[in-house]
């Protein structure tokens, strides 16, 4: 079965010293994920006002874990007010049984049973002070009220963020803590998602980037950019291409490019790089990555078998 040759892969190369616990990474270079209230206008960078990302406890971890919110509130100097901050927005922790095998639960879109799983804890946000440039913790949660999920070695659980009401933007970042009251990594964690929805950068010149990982049978990847706003250009670094570059000027819709695949990239990660070229303020984006057949491709808070670099082949021939 070919989608269960991703997860074993993945643990496999999730040694002791890597660690997946803040989102975004700090190598990634975005500042914030973003959940607009159900009643914003789509074009302000959000496709759908939910966001789902998962998090990986190898299954030898036997110590609790939180899942830590920064600024969960919509209310304050780090959020998009539309107006007088209006918004609510409820974050939630599932675990046990099809919070991530259930197809529904890893769907691009937030339709049927995506909720699926155990809800272990959910707090809803409005405009709060409290939590305005502060952390909120879940938890403390034992890795095995995760679901087992052998292929990938180890615990799953899923952090839903759904923007109830209102049309403010919701500026927050995550971390898988092994402490409730400070972000300590949770040694072999990590963290990855289907879709992205993040704030990209201000100034002229930075890179994002994001991680999906090629597994086995993929011979095309199809890249999904919603609400790119004529900001630049999209650069794809991996170890076998220099930088395939793509031009992406979705303005409230979505633009999308496929690319090849060739035998090197299989069982690596790809760079793909947000090249901010123009002056765009507060640029939100949503993207999600398939393969050939449709499917969705996670990318991994740290990508699987590290930051792809592009490895140079230098052809010698032999003079007389």
């Not at 989102?23 to 500042?31: I, K, R, T």
């Not at 190898?58 to 874990?65: D, F």
């Not at 209310?75 to 599932?94: M, P």
Request: hydrophobic residues 35%.
């Amino acid at each position: 079965m070919k989608k269960r040759l991703l997860p074993i892969l993945v643990f496999s190369l999730l040694g002791s010293t890597i660690y997946g616990q803040q989102v975004p990474a700090l190598d990634q270079n975005f500042p914030f994920l973003v959940t607009f209230g159900n009643g914003a206008d789509k074009s302000w960078g959000d496709d759908d006002f939910v966001q789902t990302f998962f998090f990986c406890i190898p299954k030898s971890s036997n110590q609790p874990l939180y899942i830590r919110v920064f600024d969960a509130d919509a209310g304050g100097g780090c959020d998009e007010n539309k107006g007088g901050f209006n918004t609510t927005t409820r974050f939630t922790v599932y675990g046990g049984e099809g919070c991530h095998s259930n197809a529904d639960a890893r769907k691009q879109d937030p339709v049927g049973n995506f909720r699926i799983g155990v809800q272990l804890k959910s707090m809803t946000f409005s405009q709060d002070t409290a939590y305005d440039g502060k952390w909120y913790t879940f938890g403390p949660f034992s890795p095995i009220e995760g679901e087992l999920q052998p292929e990938f070695g180890g615990y799953v659980f899923k952090l839903i963020i759904e923007g109830l009401e209102g049309d403010d933007g919701n500026l927050y970042k995550l971390f898988l803590s092994s402490k409730r009251d400070a972000n300590v990594e949770l040694e072999g964690g990590n963290s990855f998602a289907y879709e992205f929805c993040f704030r990209l950068p201000d100034a002229v010149g930075s890179i994002s980037h994001i991680y999906p990982f090629v597994s086995q049978n993929v011979i095309a990847v199809k890249i999904n950019i919603f609400d790119y706003d004529r900001d630049g250009m999209v650069r794809i670094i991996s170890v076998a291409k220099k930088g395939e570059l793509f031009k992406a000027d979705g303005d409230g819709k979505w633009v999308d490019t496929t690319h090849p695949t060739v035998m090197d990239e299989i069982n690596t990660s790809l760079d793909v790089q947000f090249v901010k070229q123009n002056a765009v303020r507060n640029n939100n984006i949503v993207v999600f990555i398939t393969n050939q057949y449709g499917e969705l491709l996670p990318f991994y808070t740290v990508p699987i078998g590290g930051v792809p670099r592009y490895r140079y082949k230098i052809g010698m021939k032999q003079t007389k």
